[in-house]
Structures are given as structure tokens and as C-alpha cells.
């Protein structure tokens, strides 16, 4: 029995590429290809994959959300990510939001589809050597405080973020100077920077 894959890929020149490589393996079988989050979880629902196979930074829904969101549904099926992105935060928060894999776009082709093997049959896949830092530094921010500065480092006015996430402007003020401090940031754009850098926005 072939394990049945979705994959959410925003760029179309890797998405192709992914789909191709992966349909040579004789056990594996692409279902459906989302170009972004969002097209990612309708395929998930309408076609019930073992597996869906998603990156991380995507249009309309991360492929983090993606994982929340299939594990709020809870549908039964396994999340991978595939990223360019080696960075300990968002492992963690890859983990925290039920991951099943999270590899490396510049691992060997076979890796990718041993990978998936090992998702499907129970397992977990977590690129080694991200694993073993990721016991280092942990993520000081509140869900609340990245999803304000995730707004600021956009450069959202306190207005436009108070609107946005139904809150007064003080709060925001507040959030952000949680934030801040926590960062050791002189200013939003500083922290925003510093909060992507390590994975956390």
C-alpha cells in the first residue's frame, strides 16, 4: 500500500521539483499539491493523506498553522516540514504543534523519502543536528507578544495592530514592550529582527 502525500509549497519550480522526485519512489504517492497553506489544508480534508509535506514560511497559513490547524481538526494525518530554515525556534514550535518530521531542504533526495517512511510507519524524523541545539535556547515570547511583533516587524502602526487582533492600543504598547525587553531590543524593528532570526516569529 503506497503512502498517499500532500504537499505545501509556495514556490512552483520546488513544488514540481518535490512532487516529481517523490512520485519515482514506488511506495509513495502525491495526492495533491497546495501552493500555498490554506490550499494545503482543503487538499488534507478532501483527500485524507497519510502525510502532508509543508513548508514552513507560506502564504495565508505558515505550514505551522497548517499543523495546528490539522491537529485542532484532529484529522489523521502525519505533518512533515520541509524548510530551508535551521533554526532551533522553529523546530520547537514545529514540535508544540505536533510535527511528525522536520528535515531540511539541502538533505540528500533519498532522506526525504526515508523520512516519510519512518512518519508513516510511527515514527519521527527530526534533522540531527537541529535536534541537538535545539536544547539550547528557549523561546521567551508569549503566543500574544509574536503575534504583535510579527505585525510591528511589518510595519503596522499600534492602531493597525490593536484592530487587527481586537485589542486596545495600550495593550499593544504593553505587548510590545514585554517584547522588547525580553529581546533585549532598542526598538520593534530590532526585536522583530532578533524574534526572526531565531525562529520564534
Known sequence: MSIRVVIAEDQAMVLGALAALLE??????????????????????????????????????????????????????????????????????????????YLLKDAPAATLANALRQIHAGGRSIDPELAAESWGETDPLTERERQVLRYAGEGASNAEIAARLSLSEGTVRNYLSEALGKLGASNRTEAARIARQKGWL
Do not use: W
Request: proline share 5%.
Open 24 to 101: 519515482t519512489e514506488p511506495d509513495i504517492e502525491v495526492v495533491g499539491q497546495g501552493r500555498n497553506g490554506r490550499e494545503a489544508l482543503a487538499l488534507a480534508i478532501s483527500h485524507r493523506p497519510d502525510i502532508v509535506l509543508a513548508d514552513i514560511e507560506m502564504p495565508e497559513m505558515t505550514g505551522l498553522e497548517l499543523a495546528a490547524e490539522l491537529k485542532r481538526l484532529r484529522l489523521p494525518v502525519r505533518v512533515a516540514i520541509l524548510t530551508t530554515f535551521a533554526r532551533t525556534g522553529y523546530l520547537r514550535r514545529a514540535l508544540d504543534a505536533g510535527v511528525s518530521g
